[in-house]
Structures are given as C-alpha cells and as structure tokens.
Nanobody
Framework: QAQLVESGGGLAQPGGSLRLSCAAS????????VGWFRQAPGKEREGVAC????????YYADSAKGRFTISRDNAHNTVWLQMNSLKPEDTAVYYC????????????????????????????????WGQGTQVTVSS
C-alpha cells in the first residue's frame, strides 16, 4: 500500500530547530516532486517548500525562505524539512505531498514575486498526502 508518513514534529522553543521527515513506502519517491504544506488552527493550508525529483531544485514560500531547507534522498525514499529559527507563527500541522508535476507544487507557494497562490491551494489535489505531524513553537 502506497503511503507517506511524516515524523519529527514536536515542541520547540522560539529560535529552535526541528527536522521533519517524509518517508514513502509502497512506491518510489524518486518519480515525484515533493512539497511540504502546513495548516494552523483556523487558517488556510499553505505551501511551505517543494523539491524537484530529478535535479533536486528547491522552492520556498517567503515565510520559509532563509530558515527552512528541504532536501531529499531518493535512495532512502525520504524527504526532509529542516526548520531553523522557529517562530510561534510556524505552529501548525505539517504535511508532505507528492506530485508528478513540479509546477503544481510551486504555484502553491506564497512569494512576493509570484502570483497569489490562494486558488491553487484551494483546488490542489496531490498524488498523495501524508497524515501530518504537529509542530508547536512556544516558550
């Protein structure tokens, strides 16, 4: 059975770090671009970062740029999200998702230079979602 499993969430202090993992089973992650999303209580889901499958090019929402790093190891069927300099506003459930088309993930990222991702996020259906992992940033 194909599935994605996130792990690594938990409680961190402001300024702290967490490393999230997204492990795929039942299929080869190398065939997909992978994205991380998050959803805070009472807020819409937002794209955080994504990574291409072949050249590992990476893309970030402005809220994550400079603090978060997405990486992957296709041999281990895993994608990570290293989160540094965490802020209370990073508190959310974090989900990974896979998509055969990178541009569908990129257009979910909110950046100052890009188009409004609201519609793309609302309508977005990836090839698969993980179940999510809770990240709480609090002192």
């Amino acid at each position: 059975q194909a599935q994605l499993v996130e792990s690594g969430g938990g409680l961190a202090q402001p300024g702290g770090s967490l490393r999230l993992s997204c492990a795929a089973s039942g299929f080869s992650l190398g065939a997909f671009a992978v994205g991380w999303f998050r959803q805070a209580p009472g807020k819409e889901r937002e794209g955080v970062a994504c990574i291409n499958n072949d050249d590992a090019s990476t893309y970030y929402a402005d809220s994550a740029k400079g603090r978060f790093t997405i990486s992957r190891d296709n041999a281990h069927n895993t994608v990570w999200l290293q989160m540094n300099s965490l802020k209370p506003e990073d508190t959310a459930v974090y989900y990974c998702a896979v998509d055969r088309l990178l541009y569908r993930l990129v257009r979910t990222l909110r950046t100052a230079s890009g188009p409004d991702p609201t519609t793309s996020l609302r309508d977005y259906t990836p090839d698969a979602w993980g179940q999510g992992t809770q990240v709480t940033v609090s002192s």
